[in-house]
């Protein structure tokens, strides 16, 4: 029997049958303005068909030029386009599957000196303020949504989602925040509407009644001046009348200052706002946001929650996700952590997305697991995330793999991660690599840590170095003989005790980590949905447009103080699209940040420094040192000594700046290239 009836059951829209209630939901990959055919967007899709999923959405296609999100980004407008995107349909209905084509405008959010919007009113995240459309310019934008429609659907495509939300053109018609428009168009709550709902009856009109229109409303808006919930019970109700086939819950504008999709929001943390439009229209509702696991999913669509679930990276992290859980191989999922490093940050880098825990993202098309005719013995030394990805791939591979690790468990750093408030994801991604090395039939041997003489005795054909890092040490007086100084590693790994007041020297990744598990009483303490959302200051009772209110002022647990060296942003390494939640977690924490520090000695009094020339004492009662790491290579530098050829990955081969995202890369890399 299914554990998750729910999630399985067909959705009847009319005039077909989805066969789940799984969406795989929008989101922009880097691949959709590839040159000459788009092969690898349809190898991407068609391994997320083959995985069975219920309906694709893809990445946002603008209806014309001025929408593009920057020059030259995908658009659907001429049939050139069209025929374009014929093999991507193809390769999703080869399997069964279907997919719909999201239409983006991107309105003032364009990279572009060609944004236009509702009013000339610029965005914080653009340089270009956008001209304001003329009536006439409105009216032909609706026509090129239209035609847009018209378009994917000559192309093969099963239907479009208009992208209503998150900000985007359509949603900064939708409230005067960004509307100061006195004509048709602005106003009055109905002609701020009109936009919106001329725009999904004019594509039903066209496209027919066989084809799936879904509109991605924005239920909380999560900005000042943002829409009202009557707003968007009205809008919601208008777009349903108009012919929509679905609503999809937008969260949150880009601008917005909550968190909506990183990994400290708790698991389906606003589906509350889905069943409430639920239960005011008749076509289904789709929740969205950090729904990773079946479990999560089927839970909010029992309660009544929705009708589908959205889920982008978790499918991004796992294309078999959806035929694991039906086949009750839950354990098996590589569940998306929501660190966004390989996915969105990657995209505002201007790369293509790919993605932490599973590197074949993106590259279906160009790597694959292929059994081998000559298998090796591999032996692997190291169990933190570059070796288990090596253990795991070459074991697939068809290889016999010999992991070694010297401690009494896999992880490596991950042991460290998952120890950060809001990062107990990665025990989801230890899990799986857990469950594969016992499917794959990895030999493990724990607490062992391996010597030269043992790889060089001819048992093994190929040696992985995965040996990780080691902390850097500081050349600061006093520091080593200091009973006050503690690495990172004594903190999270060994739990030793922290006084009341604190200074951390690094304020890298590893340094803000650091101050996060220490600025909190109870590290260990999950949030729950209601405390994150009273302490980032979303009000579920929606009393005020947008859904924000005041955030819960925390009292400090501990006097922190982070510390650089340089005098710049605190945090620049980290990512894109998660460092200012970061920053935002220890301002709220009241952390103090000092750059341009110089460490002049440690003694019984606590940190001597100097700041812009002038010396201070911080006295604290722990000094705890976050600045950076180096490369084990001892091992390494022992097969050299024996002329023995290795292969190395992570950061026993380079220590700067590597992470989980690279480590695993190189593991996976290495395996594929044993031949």
Not at 50 to 73: C, D, E, R, Y
Not at 149 to 176: C, H, R, T, W
Not at 291 to 313: C, K, Q, T, W, Y
């Amino acid at each position: 029997m299914n554990k998750y009836p729910t999630l399985f059951q067909p959705l009847d829209l009319g005039h077909v049958v989805l066969k789940n209630r799984v969406l795989m939901g929008s989101m922009h990959l880097g691949l959709e303005e590839q040159r000459g055919d788009l092969t690898k967007l349809a190898a991407f899709y068609e391994a997320r068909a083959k995985g069975g999923v219920g309906l694709i959405v893809t990445g946002g296609i603008s209806p014309n030029i001025a929408g593009q999100a920057k020059p030259f980004a995908a658009t659907m407008s001429k049939k050139r386009h069209a025929k374009r995107h014929e093999v991507v349909t193809a390769a999703v209905h080869k399997h069964g599957g279907l997919i719909a084509m999201q239409i983006l405008h991107t309105g003032r959010y364009a990279y572009s000196p060609m944004a236009v919007s509702a009013s000339n009113i610029k965005s914080p995240i653009s340089p270009f303020r956008p001209r304001e459309l003329s009536d006439r310019g409105v009216l032909s934008t609706i026509k090129d949504y239209i035609r847009s429609a018209k378009l994917a659907q000559s192309a093969g495509y099963d239907g479009v989602e208009i992208m209503g939300s998150e900000g985007y053109f359509i949603n900064q018609f939708l409230v005067p925040k960004t509307n100061k428009r006195v004509d048709d168009w602005g106003g009055s709550f109905e002609k701020r509407a009109r936009l919106a709902v001329d725009i999904v009856k004019g594509t039903r009109e066209a496209v027919g009644d066989k084809f799936i229109i879904i509109f991605r409303l924005s239920m909380l808006d999560l900005v000042e001046g943002g829409s009202t919930f009557e707003e968007v019970i009205s809008l919601a109700k208008l777009i349903e009348a108009a012919g929509a086939s679905i609503i999809n819950t937008g969260i949150g504008w880009h601008e917005a200052r909550v968190p909506t999709i990183a990994t400290m929001v708790p698991r389906a943390a606003y589906t509350w706002i889905s069943k409430r439009v639920r239960d005011e229209v008749s076509i289904p509702i789709v929740a969205t946001n950090r729904i990773n696991m079946p479990s999560v999913a089927e839970e909010v669509l029992a309660r009544g929650d929705a009708d589908m679930v959205s889920m982008a990276r978790p499918l991004l992290a796992d294309p078999d996700w959806v035929n694991k859980a039906q086949a009750g191989n839950t354990d098996r999922i590589n569940t998306c952590i929501a660190c966004n490093q390989a996915c969105l940050d990657h995209l505002f880098e201007g790369k293509s997305a790919s993605c932490l825990v599973n590197p074949f993202a993106c590259v279906e098309s160009e790597i694959d697991i292929i059994k081998t005719d000559s298998p090796k013995r591999v032996a692997i030394v190291g169990a933190g995330p570059g070796g288990l990805a090596a253990a795991v791939t070459a074991a697939q591979c068809g290889h016999t793999v010999t992991l070694y690790e010297a401690s009494g468990q896999i992880g490596g750093q991950f042991l460290v991660a998952k120890e950060i408030p809001g990062k107990e994801e990665f025990i989801e991604t230890l899990r799986y690599f857990s469950n594969e090395l016992k499917a794959e039939g990895v030999r493990v041997v724990l607490n062992h840590k391996v010597d030269v003489e043992e790889l060089s005795d001819g048992s093994f054909d190929v040696i992985v170095v995965a040996a990780g890092v080691l902390p850097r040490r500081l050349e600061i007086e006093g520091l080593r003989s200091s009973k006050k100084v503690l690495s990172y590693l004594d903190v999270l790994r060994e739990k030793k005790p922290v006084g009341e007041r604190v200074a951390i020297i690094g304020a890298g990744g590893i340094g803000f980590d650091v101050a996060e598990y220490l600025s909190k009483e109870e590290p260990d303490k999950v949030q729950t949905i209601d405390e994150y959302l009273e302490c980032w200051g979303v009000d579920k009772s929606y009393s005020n447009g947008g859904g924000l209110t005041a955030a819960l002022k925390e009292k400090p647990y501990r006097h922190i103080y982070i510390l650089q060296r340089s005098p710049g942003k605190f945090g620049a390494d980290l990512g894109k699209t998660t460092g200012w939640i970061h920053r935002a977690a220890l301002k709220k924490a009241g952390v103090k940040m000092i750059g341009g520090t110089k460490y002049r000695k440690v003694d019984s009094e606590g940190l001597h420094i100097t700041v812009d020339g002038e010396d201070h004492l911080l006295e604290v009662d722990n000094i705890v040192v976050c600045a950076g790491q180096v490369p084990d290579r001892s091992l390494a530098e022992a097969l050299d000594d024996k002329g023995i050829p290795y292969l190395i990955v992570g950061g026993a081969k380079d220590a700067k700046g590597i992470d989980a995202k690279r480590a695993i890369a190189e593991g996976t890399h290495a395996a594929l290239g044993i031949g």
